[in-house]
């Protein structure tokens, strides 16, 4: 009787092991990860800020929408975010922020409006429980005050809804 091991048996059964590790070790590698956005400080330099990290911060959860410049409201529902200003250096001396959507939307928002205790400005990470995996609009820029709403009127803006980015992929700190 022969005893020996056929090479082809060999080639085989390592290729079969291959075949059932590979998936086990390099599905985690190339999983998408965690959503995150760019914030830049006003000297230029960028860091990565995920969602794990965000919903880490203090957070404000309301009620909101907004009137875009027809004169309709919008995108009523509760969003859960965290203030803009807890996403970059507390002591940063600046003018306003550009925030920039993945389709390329920007906007400037102000400082005197960042930091308007009457008009808290959130980066939103979830709306009505959603969160921005589960979200179609992502991470999001929301206005929410006490009563909900946003006028064009009491916001001082042809549309208060310029200012709900959607999609938002980072924040620059723009220096005075």
């Known amino acids: 009787m022969n005893r020996r091991i056929r090479p082809g048996f ?13 998936p086990i070790v390099f599905r985690p590698a190339t999983a ?14 960028g860091r990565t800020v995920t969602l794990r990290e965000i919903e880490a911060l203090p957070r404000l959860c309301r009620r909101g ?26 002591d940063a001396d600046y ?16 400082r005197a409006r ?21 979200w179609a609009d992502g991470f999001r820029i929301a206005v929410l005050p006490e009563d909900g ?11 208060a809804g310029s200012f709900w980015v959607k999609n938002v992929a980072s924040l620059t700190v723009l220096a005075r």
């Open 65 to 90: 929408s907004y009137e875009n410049q027809f004169g309709n409201w919008r995108d009523e529902g509760e969003y859960c975010g965290v203030l803009l200003t807890d996403l970059f250096d507390a």
């Open 114 to 134: 960042l930091e308007n205790p009457d008009y808290p400005v959130v980066l939103a990470f979830s709306f009505d429980g959603r969160k921005v995996s589960d």
């Open 95 to 110: 003018e306003a922020v550009t925030v920039t959507a993945s389709d390329g939307y920007r906007v400037d928002i102000e």
């Open 32 to 45: 998408p990860g965690d959503p995150s956005i760019e914030v830049m400080n006003a000297a230029g330099q």
């Open 10 to 22: 060999v080639i085989a059964f390592a290729a079969l092991v291959v075949a059932v590790v590979c």
């Open 149 to 159: 709403g946003v006028s064009n009127a009491e916001y001082a803006a042809d549309s």
